[in-house]
C-alpha cells in the first residue's frame, strides 16, 4: 500500500519511469536482473534488516545501479550500514513529496543525497569512527570528570584507598574508575596511566 | 529474668522453648554478657564453633565479622538498649531479618532467616520480568510492523491526492488543512516511533546493546540543566540475546532513575569492554545520598528489578554514592569465554 502511494506519485514525474516493485530481498535481486534499471529504492525492513543484506547483493551482481533507502530508521547503526552496502542515498519515511523525488534525480545523476537529518548523523559518525590511536593522540577519548579527577590523584602517586577517601568514593569504585581508564587509554598498567597524564597536561 | 522464674522448672521450660523455635535468640545484659542463646542463632551469625558456650561471654565479640549489626547493637548498649530493626539484611549467604526488644533487663534479639522468602520474591519478579518483556516485545512489534508503515502509507497516499488538489483546485483554506494534516500525522509517527522504542528498540535486536544505548541517549537527549554523555570502547560482536537485553532494561532504568531524583547537571554512561567482562558505569553529579544508612532494605521496585536483571544473567551490581557527591552504579557482565 506504501508503494502504491508512491507509485502514484512518482508516475507524475515526466523524467522516472517504475519499472518493478519488489516485496523481499529475493524478489529485488531477480527483478533488477535484466532490466538495466537506474535507481532502486529500497527499505530496511524486509524481515530482519534484509534490505542491507539485498542491497550488497544487488551491488555486488550489479555495481552500476544506484541504491536509494528509504526507511523508517534514523539510527545511525542503519545509516552507516546501508553506507558501506553502498546505498548511494538514503531518506526517511517521512520525507515528503519533493524530498523524494529530489533525492531520485540526484542519485540518478551520480551524486550523493541524504536528508539533513541523516547527513548530520553521518558526519557526528565519520567524526568519531577514526581510530582509537588517532583519538588518542588529539586527547579526543571523553574523560567523564571523576576519571580525570581519578587519573590525576593516580598520577599523584596517591593509592586505591587514598583515593577514595579524597573523593568520597568507594575503593570498589576506584578500582573500577582504574581499570576502565586502562582500557579506555589502551594503557597496559598504572605506569601508562601517569605517562598519560603528563602527557596530557592533566598533572603539571 | 526474675529470680522466682529463674530458680523454677518454668525457666528450664522456657529455655527449651527457645532452644527449639525456628528463629534465632539470643539474650544479654547490658554489658553485652550473653545470658541465654540458641543453637539456630550461632548457626545465623556464625557463632564461634570451637567453643562449648557463648554464655556469659561478650556477644559484641561473637559478631565482629557481621559489621551492621555489630554497629547496632553497640548503639543499644550504650542506649539502655534501645529497640533495632534490620530488614531483610544480607550476611553471608543467607538474608536475615533481625529485630532487638528490652525484656525485663535483658535484651532479647530474634534473628529470622527470610532467605527462601526473598528467593519466591525474587523468582516472581523473575516472573513478572519475563512476562512483561514478551508483552512489551509484541506491542513493540505489531507499532513497528503494523501501525508505522499504515502510517507512511495515510501519508504517501495523501501526497498523491495532493498533487490532484493542486491541479484542479485553488483553494488556499483547503491547502493549508491538509498541511496542518500533515503536520499531524509527522507528530503521530514520531510519538509512535518513540513508544515503540522504548518498549523494544529494534536496534538493540539488530544491532546490540552500544547502538542501542547510543539511540537511547539521543532519544533522551538531555536538556540544558542536564547533560547526557555516553561513550563506549566501540565493540562490534554481539552478545546473548537475554544478556543484551538485560543490559539494556538495566541502562535503562539506572539513566532513569539519574534523570529522575538526582538533580544532576551531568550524567556519564560508559559501556566498556574489559578483556573477561563488559563494565556499564552510570556515574551522576548530583545530590548522592549516604548509602551507610541504607540498611540494604533496597527501595523501590525499581532497584528490584535491577537486582532480579544482574542475577539473571549472572553481573554483578554495586551503586555507590555518598551526600554531596553523586551516585555511580556499576554493572560488571562476565563474558563467556
Redesign the interface.
Known sequence: ??R???K??LN?EKNIQIIDEAENGYEVLEKTENNNIDVVLMDI?MG??NGIKATKELLTKLPETKVLVLS??S????IM?MLEAGAKGYIL??A??EEVIAAINTVASGDSYFSSQVSSKIIEKLYSKRT?IEKLKNREI?L???ELEVLKLIALEYSNPEIAEE????I??VE?HK??LL??LGAKNTAGLVKYALSNKIID | MSEALKSGKEYNFLLKIIENLPVGVVGFDLQGIVKFYNLKAGDLLNFEKDTESITNRPVLDQIKDFSILHEKINHSLSHNGEAFNIEGIRHGNKYLTIRGRMVMETMVVTINDISRLKEIESHSIYSMLEGQEIERNRLSKEIHDGLGPLLSTIKINLEAINIEIENHIDNEKIKKRLYSVYKLIDTLAQDMRSISHSLMPKVLEDFGVGAALESLCNHLGGSDNMEIHYYDSGFEERLDKSVELNIYRISQELLNNAIKHSGASRINIQYIKHPESIVLMVEDNGNGFDKTRQDHANTGIGLKNIETRTKMIGGTLYIDSNEGVGVTATLEVPLKQ
Open positions: 500500500m506504501f502504491d502511494g508512491l502514484e506519485i507524475k525492513d530482519g534488516t523508517m530508521h539510527d545511525s547503526k542503519y550500514s519515511k517521512n515528503g513529496k582509537a571523553p567523564t570528570p571523576r573523593l568520597f568514593i568507594s570498589r569504585t573500577t581499570r576502565n582500557e579506555k
